[in-house]
């Protein structure tokens, strides 16, 4: 059975980095193009940024592109988001997805930016 | 990039009456090699994460009970519940994966 479990999250500072990680099992893994989605209290669904399978075809959405870094490691069957400059509309809970339709959503992460 | 909009953005249906919601993309998600629309559906209930409902525009995920149907082709999808019921009370959300990822804005469905 496919999963995917979300962490790293937690209340910041704006201004402050985060780094969230996303552990899959039960899919290959290397050969998913994936993405981090994300969801702010009480509204839609919005996709932030995205990778292919072997690292290349990175993609972010135009309201984090030079704050935040995604990556991966599929020895560990990892999916990453490393997140700078943090700032409070940031705050949301931040899924991981294939880039594809996706049955197995994981519970997410919660981020919370606020001084 | 490719735009979603779904709508409308809430509506209210009486038990057992139809619910119907719209979505259309800003570029057709029809692929030429495959000839297979790249959208999904979803549904999504407060504190949980969307749970999908159809891929492929009209494929069923197991366990999505048939009153729900999902349609469309191109630029132009909708899904339809044929009697409303109280646990489909959620937020439903259309996606196209034609491109990366992008959602509508989501349709919210509650009870008259």
């Known amino acids: 059975e496919a999963q995917l479990l979300e962490s790293g999250g937690g209340l910041v500072q704006p201004g402050e980095s985060l780094r969230l990680s996303c552990t899959a099992s039960?899919?290959?893994?290397?050969?998913?193009?994936m993405s981090w989605v994300r969801q702010a209290p009480g509204k839609g669904l919005e996709w932030v940024s995205g990778i292919g399978g072997s690292g290349d075809g990175i993609s972010y959405a135009d309201f984090v592109r030079g704050r935040f870094t995604i990556s991966r490691d599929n020895s560990k069957n990892t999916l990453y988001l490393q997140m700078d400059s943090l700032r409070a509309d940031d705050t949301a809970l931040y899924y991981c997805v294939p880039n594809w339709y996706c049955g197995y959503w994981g519970q997410g992460t919660l981020i919370t930016v606020s001084s | 990039d490719i735009v979603m909009t779904q709508s409308p953005d809430s509506l209210a249906v009486s038990l057992g009456e139809r619910a119907t919601i719209n979505c259309k993309s800003s570029?057709?998600?029809?692929?030429?090699?495959?000839?297979?629309?790249?959208l999904a559906w979803y549904q999504q209930k407060p504190g949980q994460p969307p749970k999908l409902l159809f891929y492929?525009?009209?494929t069923r995920e197991s366990g999505v009970p048939d009153r729900f149907s999902a349609s469309g082709s191109g630029a132009d999808f909708t899904l339809t519940i044929s009697s409303l019921q109280t646990e489909d009370v959620a937020v439903y959300y259309c996606q196209q994966y034609y491109s990366y990822l992008t959602f509508g804005g989501g349709t919210k469905v509650e009870i008259k």
């Open positions: 039960g899919f290959t893994f290397s050969t998913s193009s």
């Open positions: 570029q057709s998600l029809l692929s030429s090699s495959n000839n297979k629309n790249y």
């Open positions: 492929w525009a009209s």
